[in-house]
Each structure stands twice: as structure tokens, then as C-alpha cells.
């Protein structure tokens, strides 16, 4: 968009950008209309809901153990910057 309106006119860029929200918009409505169609169904609800939950259980223990490991390698490490200023 940005090399269009460079290379042609603001105007040029502008409605080419205008035509993307416009086709953005549109693919979010149809995508909006067909999960709406598809949670009507108990097992999907069921399967979003398990499955949702179990991304989020994933994402929480890898935090956890991220956090150990920095705690771990902290108290074991000496910050350069620490040894610098004593």
C-alpha cells in the first residue's frame, strides 16, 4: 500500500487499503457465521472446550518451568554487571 501511494497518489493508496479492511471485514463476518453455526453442536463446544484448555494447561507448565530454570540459573550465575560495580 505504501509503495502504491508513493509510486501513484495518496488517493491510489487510500482506496486500496479501504478495499482491504472492506475484504477483512467480510472474511471476519463469514468466519464469525460459520463458528457461530458450528457451536450449535454440543461436541464441538465439548472439543474447543478440552481442547482450549488443554493449550492453556501446555503454555502454563512450560511458563513454569521457565521460571525455575531462570531462578535456578540465577542463583548460580554472577550477573557481570554486579561484579563490575563492587
Do not use: K, N
Not at 73 to 79: A, E, H, I
Amino acid at each position: 500500500m505504501m509503495t502504491l501511494a508513493m509510486q501513484r497518489s495518496y488517493w491510489s493508496g487510500f482506496w486500496l487499503g479501504m478495499g482491504s479492511c472492506i475484504g477483512d471485514l467480510v472474511y471476519a463476518v463469514l468466519a464469525l457465521a460459520g463458528m457461530t453455526a458450528l457451536l450449535q453442536l454440543a461436541a464441538v463446544r465439548w472439543g474447543m472446550w478440552i481442547g482450549a484448555s488443554v493449550v492453556l494447561l501446555v503454555l502454563a507448565i512450560r511458563m513454569a518451568v521457565s521460571a525455575f530454570r531462570s531462578v535456578q540459573l540465577g542463583s548460580t550465575t554472577r550477573d557481570p554487571r554486579t561484579e563490575r560495580d563492587r
